[in-house]
């Protein structure tokens, strides 16, 4: 198993920028794809932005690309998500997940939640008007 634990999330405003962490433990080895996804209230939850972990690819969600960046420390396990001009609907609580499964329709694969076998347990950002 591997387990997930996310940081990084609290109320900032309009323009801010703020940067999630999501730490794994367990059987990192067996990590194929890293992804964030986000649920806001009353919204289903959506991809966000996702890592092929040991080659370094990258892809984001139209809503986010130019504003948001995902990169992944190897040597500490850990996968970051830099959020940039922050915007009031980026208001969600952010999930990590891990997708142990050999992505071959990658990215496509990459956005899908199906695919993603462990997750954290979120972490809640707001960004006020």
């Known amino acids: 198993q591997v387990q997930l634990v996310e940081s990084g999330g609290r109320l900032v405003q309009t323009g801010d920028s703020l940067r999630l962490s999501c730490a794994a433990s367990?059987?990192?080895?067996?990590?194929?794809?890293m992804g964030w996804f986000r649920q806001a209230p009353g919204k289903e939850r959506e991809f966000v932005a996702a890592?092929?972990?040991?080659?370094?690819?990258?892809h984001y969600a139209d809503s986010v690309t130019g504003r948001f960046t995902i990169s992944g420390d190897n040597a500490q396990n850990t996968v970051y998500l830099q959020m940039n001009s922050l915007k009031p609907e980026d208001t969600a609580d952010y999930y990590c997940?891990?997708?142990?499964?050999?992505?071959?329709?990658?990215?496509?694969?990459?956005?899908?939640?199906?695919?993603?076998?462990?997750w954290g347990q979120g972490t809640q950002v707001t960004v006020s008007s």
């Open positions: 367990g059987r990192t080895f067996s990590v194929d794809t």
């Open positions: 890592i092929r972990w040991n080659i370094g690819h990258t």
């Open positions: 997940a891990v997708s142990i499964t050999y992505g071959s329709a990658w990215p496509l694969s990459a956005t899908l939640l199906y695919e993603y076998t462990y």
